[in-house]
């Protein structure tokens, strides 16, 4: 049995044609929205060589063409689906074009996608190839709508000639007109712009003005800058020219600044600070050694000399007159150490005063850098205080050898040990007798008692000698000692 040749897809065929058809109107559309786009940009044009130039205008013209061409496209849009044909809506457009496809058309793209069971599939088949080849001789292409240029050339004509007479009449108001309306902000006036001092040096902590006289812009003008940017007063106005200045805080490091206003902008100018970073103040807190037992002490001055027990460390806070970017400080000749800064111009570090000498502070500041030398004043501990109350002076050696002694000891810190001395040879070693051991470390203490001298081994007409000794508590320096006068037996 001979085999049928394939039979070609009906929608393959049709569709190509279909497409044909959308596209056209889409460009029958397309073109009439846009020559609508030209003709408002064209009275957009005009209308800027004919109104007074200033951003209200600009921003007017361009709001009215933009939202013009936006309402042209949508009715575009619109009248484009309500005017292009579904599939179905087509197929009946073809069937009434061309007779000789109507019913079969139809039929045979039923039996393409759906089949029929009470119908041969070499029925099917043949109904298929007579449509496949009466479409191929039918003229599809005469559907296809034309693209309709009238209205389009006469709307993108009226713009084309609005352009050429404005281009034509006024070339240099249609240029503005042109720039201003695609930058509304260029139809502004010129401004002026000009600033005082420009470039200064001023001494830290000097409080500067920085003016600007500004024509052309009624907005105030902005400070630039990586310092503060104060908001511009207003000082004058007179002939359209208005004055502003800022007031600066007091200047403590250096800056570039500039001024702002509208579409202009000032050169960079440079604050720079005069001279070498200074000190201003100190705020000193010294802490004294543990076994002084003395309160913190706070103070401030405007030099940083120190004066305080030995042993006790300094914390310090200085102020500079600007900021700084580091600060060091070595006692003697010893490491320099980095001090933290609380501020750009407040730094702390500690200071130990162990000795008389002096220490020195570092500073670098983006204007130079600069050091300063202070004195430090090591104050020793004051050896104790004896004074005693009996005996009081030399005497016999009484029946039963006990001495009777009431001594009283005082220490400006704190006192650690009373011993009594004696010996019965001059020359000879002092012999030590423990009195008493202060374990509370007072400042003043009285010792009242009976000392057995039997130790003395005194015979008839021989003469012993005792003394009384004290001891402070200094764990850093190391104790002192204070002799009380001599006695005789």
Do not use: C
Not at 348 to 370: C, F, K, N, P, Q
Not at 440 to 451: I, M
Request: hydrophobic share 45%; net charge positive.
């Amino acid at each position: 049995m001979p085999t049928r040749a394939p039979v070609k897809s009906l929608q393959a065929q049709l569709k190509p044609a279909y497409r044909r058809v959308r596209l056209a109107l889409v460009a029958r559309h397309a073109s009439r929205a846009a020559a609508v786009a030209i003709a408002l940009v064209a009275l957009g044009l005009l209308a800027g060589t004919l109104l007074p130039v200033s951003p209200a205008t600009a921003w007017t013209r361009l709001t009215l063409v933009v939202l013009g061409s936006a309402s042209a496209l949508f009715l575009a849009m619109r009248a484009f689906l309500a005017e292009a044909p579904g599939w179905d809506t087509w197929l009946e457009a073809v069937e009434r074009r061309f007779p000789e496809v109507r019913s079969l058309l139809r039929n045979a793209l039923d039996f393409e996608h759906h089949g029929d069971a009470h119908t041969s599939d070499e029925l099917a088949s043949a109904v298929r190839a007579e449509a496949s080849q009466r479409l191929a001789a039918t003229p599809l292409a005469q559907l296809t709508p034309s693209l309709a240029p009238r209205r389009a050339l006469l709307w993108s004509g009226a713009g084309a000639v609005m352009i050429a007479a404005a281009v034509l009449l006024a070339p240099q108001a249609a240029l503005r007109s042109w720039q201003t309306l695609w930058s509304p902000e260029s139809a502004a006036p010129p401004v002026s712009l000009t600033v005082e001092p420009g470039n200064v040096t001023v001494s830290p902590g000097a409080s500067l003005a920085v003016r600007a006289k500004v024509s052309g812009s009624a907005s105030a003008p902005r400070l630039l800058g990586d310092g503060a940017a104060p908001v511009a007063t207003l000082e004058s106005e007179a002939a359209g020219v208005r004055h502003w200045r800022f007031d600066l805080p007091p200047v403590t490091r250096a800056r570039e600044y500039a001024v702002r206003v509208a579409r202009a902008e000032s050169p960079r100018y440079h604050i720079a600070l005069a001279g070498e970073p200074l000190p201003v103040s100190f705020r000193i807190e010294l802490t004294a050694p543990a076994y002084a037992r003395l309160p913190v002490q706070n103070g401030a001055a405007t030099r940083g000399d120190l004066t305080a027990l030995r042993g006790s460390r300094a914390r310090i806070e200085v102020t500079f007159d600007r900021d700084l970017e580091s600060l060091t400080a070595a006692v003697g000749s010893g490491e320099a150490r980095v001090w933290h800064a609380i501020t750009p111009r407040r730094w702390s570090g500690e200071v130990a005063i162990a000795a008389d000498g002096e220490y020195r502070l570092d500073a670098a500041s983006a204007s130079g850098h600069g050091a300063q030398r202070y004195r430090i004043t090591a104050l020793n501990d004051a050896p104790p205080v004896v004074s005693v109350s009996v005996p009081l002076g030399d005497q016999d050696l009484p029946t039963g050898q006990n001495i009777p002694y009431d001594v009283l000891v005082e220490d400006d810190l704190g006192l650690s040990e009373l011993r009594l001395q004696y010996h019965k040879e001059a020359g000879a070693p002092w012999r030590d007798v423990p009195l008493a051991a202060f374990q509370s470390q007072p400042r003043q203490a009285r010792v009242s008692a009976h000392w057995d001298a039997a130790s003395l081994a005194l015979l008839p007409g021989e003469v012993g000698m005792f003394r009384f000794e004290v001891w402070d508590n200094d764990r850093v320096a190391g104790r002192k000692r204070t002799l009380s006068p001599e006695f005789r037996l």
